[in-house]
């Protein structure tokens, strides 16, 4: 599938669900963000698009201290397991934790609105159910292992 006609659909569907966006042309990104329920409170939502597909990439406004780095690797790694759509991710050099989810266009002569939107929404999803036990972590107030549990029960 064609780069260009990614964009479109990506940008079709924001604007059908009126979400207020940037595009930057040059570097082909589409950037939006949202408010959470969660105590994260906010995150930018990224698409970034390449020759084979798109990634989507949604980070809240707060990265983990240098002390509470250990211990969110510890929450990123025990909410990852078993996600079958996307993961948590940190960067160890400033503790920005991100959520990443990959489209592969390579072989669609189509991109159907249900995965532009799933796309968009499993981040927010994921920010909406691990976020509140995310920022207990990342300011040093729980445990990871304490925070996931509740928020797989959820």
Same mark, same amino acid.
Do not use: C
């Given at each position: 599938?064609?780069?260009?006609?990614?964009?479109?659909?990506?940008?079709? !569907?924001?604007?059908?669900?009126?979400?207020? !966006?940037?595009?930057?042309?040059?570097?082909?990104?589409? =950037?939006?963000? @949202?408010?959470?329920?969660s105590k994260l409170?906010?995150?930018?939502?990224?698409?970034?698009?390449?020759?084979?597909? !798109?990634?989507?990439?949604?980070?809240?406004?707060?990265?983990?201290?240098? $002390? *509470?780095?250990? *211990?969110?690797? $510890?929450?990123?790694?025990?909410?990852?397991?078993?996600?079958?759509?996307?993961?948590? *991710? @940190?960067?160890?050099?400033?503790?920005?934790? =991100?959520?990443?989810?990959?489209?592969?266009?390579?072989e669609q002569e189509?991109?159907? *609105?249900?995965?532009?939107?799933?796309?968009?929404?499993?981040?927010?999803?994921?920010?909406e159910r691990y976020?509140?036990?995310?920022?207990?972590?990342?300011?040093?107030?729980?445990?990871?292992?304490?925070?996931?549990?509740?928020?797989? =029960?959820?």
């Amino acid at each position: 599938m064609q780069k260009e006609l990614m964009i479109e659909k990506v940008r079709d !569907y924001l604007e059908k669900d009126e979400w207020k !966006y940037e595009y930057n042309p040059s570097k082909e990104i589409i =950037r939006t963000g @949202m408010g959470l329920k969660s105590k994260l409170g906010h995150i930018q939502i990224f698409f970034l698009f390449g020759e084979k597909g !798109y990634t989507v990439v949604a980070y809240p406004p707060v990265n983990a201290g240098i $002390e *509470e780095r250990q *211990e969110t690797m $510890e929450f990123i790694t025990r909410a990852n397991w078993g996600l079958k759509n996307g993961n948590f *991710e @940190m960067d160890l050099s400033d503790g920005q934790v =991100r959520y990443k989810l990959h489209v592969n266009t390579q072989e669609q002569e189509q991109l159907p *609105e249900l995965i532009v939107r799933e796309s968009f929404g499993v981040p927010i999803l994921m920010f909406e159910r691990y976020g509140d036990g995310l920022a207990a972590v990342m300011m040093g107030f729980s445990d990871a292992k304490t925070e996931v549990e509740k928020a797989d =029960r959820g």
